[in-house]
């Protein structure tokens, strides 16, 4: 069972940076697919980034040319750097995990990862 920690979040300006974390633990390989989601209260949970064990990345329309997702398999941490943020960015922000194959059109569908952080709050101020 994959035990997944996100840390990292916080409140910046537009404009401004920031790389959540998430650190997985329980297994003895990376997964095989993580990805970053976010939601806001009332909101649906929306697939910001997402990446393979082979290092292919997927990512929503909105986010595309500011964030990207890398992974650091020797320290078992999945990042989301987060450039030229934008007051609707603002989110929870969760990492998810999955072992199951899946085409890359599904990358960025939450019913499709097994397991999940906790989340980490990213609030961005114009």
């Known amino acids: 069972q994959v035990q997944l920690v996100e840390s990292g979040g916080g409140s910046v300006q537009a404009g401004e940076s920031l790389r959540p974390s998430c650190t997985y633990s329980?297994?003895?390989?990376?997964?095989?697919?993580m990805g970053w989601f976010r939601q806001e209260p009332g909101k649906e949970r929306e697939g910001v980034a997402a990446i393979n064990r082979g290092g292919n990345t997927y990512y929503a329309d909105s986010v595309k040319g500011r964030f990207t997702i890398s992974q650091d398999n020797a320290k078992n941490t999945l990042y989301l750097q987060m450039n030229s943020l934008k007051p609707e960015d603002t989110a929870m922000y969760y990492c998810a995990a999955d072992d199951v194959w899946k085409p890359m059109d599904w990358l960025l569908r939450g019913d499709k990862y097994r397991y999940w952080g906790q989340g980490t709050q990213v609030t961005v101020s114009s």
């Open positions: 329980g297994v003895t390989y990376s997964p095989a697919y």
